[in-house]
């Protein structure tokens, strides 16, 4: 089993600036892959990035393509999720995920096996 805890959300104005940060407890794996996802009631889950252990594949979701920058410790297991110039558009709730299955597209949330219980972003104009 592996938990994860995501923390850093908050309100901030239209072009402000967020990090969020996701901490996996449990039986992490060196292999895991971790990711963040964002969801509105209005909408499905969607996948923001997507990064693997030695960091050299990030994958990045056009919505927030060269607004965001995702990162992972490997020594304390945690992926965190640099987001700049933020539009209202990107309220939401942000949810990490780990564990890729390695088969699935890389923001099918069908393809990782644990969540966190989200933190909320809001973006004022």
């Known amino acids: 089993q592996v938990h994860l805890v995501e923390s850093g959300g908050g309100s901030v104005q239209s072009g402000g600036s967020l990090r969020l940060s996701c901490v996996a407890s449990g039986v992490v794996r060196a292999t895991d892959c971790m990711a963040w996802f964002r969801q509105t009631p209005e909408k499905e889950r969607e996948g923001v990035a997507t990064?693997?252990?030695?960091?050299?594949?990030?994958f990045y979701a056009d919505s927030m393509k060269g607004r965001v920058t995702i990162s992972l410790d490997n020594y304390n297991n945690k992926a965190d999720l640099e987001m700049k110039n933020l539009k209202p558009e990107d309220t939401a709730r942000y949810y990490c995920?780990?564990?890729?299955?390695?088969?699935?597209?890389?923001?099918?949330?069908?393809?990782?096996?644990?969540w966190g219980q989200g933190t909320q972003v809001t973006v004022a104009t």
């Open positions: 995920a780990a564990r890729w299955n390695g088969r699935s597209r890389y923001f099918d949330p069908r393809g990782f096996e644990y």
């Open positions: 990064i693997c252990p030695g960091g050299s594949r990030r």
